[in-house]
């Protein structure tokens, strides 16, 4: 599915949005919770009602690398 299709559609079991990586809890529970079902779409960057928002890369990615250490 292309991005724009996915951005298109809204939020499901399949299908969900962040807009940021800020809550590292959050983000893994969701997943968790794709990989347990049939798998899906995580969108970052991404506001719930599918506008985008963007994603500040350099603020953003160093704590999610950090907090993949921790989760996994």
Known sequence: MELRAILAESESEGIEFK?????????????????????????????????VSGLDVRKNTSSFRWGNYNFL
């Open 19 to 51: 807009r940021s990586l800020s809550d590292l809890n959050r983000l893994v529970e969701e997943i968790a919770a794709l990989a347990n079902t049939r798998g899906g779409y995580l969108v970052v960057g991404v506001r719930d009602d599918g506008s």
